[in-house]
């Protein structure tokens, strides 16, 4: 009965290199949801994802930032030229539908060096 | 522009006593309230949440209460006990579309429970 699972949960980065943030939701959960959360700040969406489906990225900034949810396979999370502004903890967050609870993941901390 | 704030960072309440944690929102179209649990290196836990059509909902020792006129809901753990130490986070959402799952959240209040 694993919980909403996030890989890797620390992850170091110089600038201008790629990070991947990987999350598994729970099992028969088809809705998934990034949420970022600053130093000394609430956790603020970002992305929804159905398989295969971005339902709604206005979260997301528009550049380097991307995120999928493919028919196999974990969704992902992905920041290209990260900058020490990306440093976060980023969590994912998985539902049964987009009205029921919200479900969430260890997260993933991201530090740009 | 903070649509949920939770204005005491912090919190420190005796083993036994109640707990109050307490949450303001700007946004009257907000009409679904959770709060979640989260201790360092965690993600957030659901805890217990509640419609705009109630004013109190309870769940063993949490009670969360909303003021709709005001604008303002609040957490009462009793009693407290030092495992609840942790920070808590108010979020909300609105009926219909983006809102439904676009939680909004505040920026959490750290509680300490002392033994």
């Known amino acids: 009965n694993a919980g909403v699972m996030q890989n890797p949960r620390h992850l170091v980065r110089r600038r201008g290199q790629e990070a991947r943030l990987r999350c598994s939701p729970m099992?028969?959960?088809?809705?998934v949801y990034w949420y970022r959360q600053l130093p000394e700040e609430g956790l603020k969406f970002m992305v929804y994802l159905q398989k295969e489906n971005i339902i709604d990225e206005s979260g997301m900034p528009k550049e380097r930032f991307s995120a999928e949810f493919p028919k196999e396979g974990p969704s992902i999370l992905r920041i290209q030229q990260v900058v020490r502004g990306d440093s976060a903890a980023y969590f994912c967050?998985?539902?049964?539908?987009?009205?029921?609870?919200?479900?969430f993941g260890p997260g993933t901390r991201l530090t740009v060096l | 522009d903070q649509q949920v704030k939770q204005n005491s960072p912090s919190l420190s309440v005796q083993e036994g006593r109640i707990s109050i944690l307490n949450c303001d929102y700007t946004?009257?179209?907000?009409?679904?309230f959770l709060w979640y649990k989260k201790y360092p290196a965690e993600g957030p836990t659901f805890l217990i949440s509640?419609?705009?059509?109630?004013d109190k909902n309870e769940d063993g020792r949490f009670t969360v209460f909303l003021n709709k006129s005001a604008k303002h809901l609040s957490l009462h753990i009793v009693p407290s006990q030092p495992g609840d130490s942790a920070v808590y986070f108010c979020?909300?959402?609105?009926?219909?579309?983006?809102?439904?799952?676009?939680?909004?959240f505040g920026k959490g209040t750290k509680l300490s429970v002392i033994p």
């Open positions: 946004n009257s179209m907000f009409d679904y």
């Open positions: 099992k028969g959960h088809s809705h």
């Open positions: 509640i419609s705009s059509i109630k």
């Open positions: 967050a998985s539902s049964k539908s987009s009205y029921n609870e919200q479900f």
């Open positions: 979020a909300a959402s609105e009926p219909g579309g983006a809102g439904s799952y676009q939680l909004t």
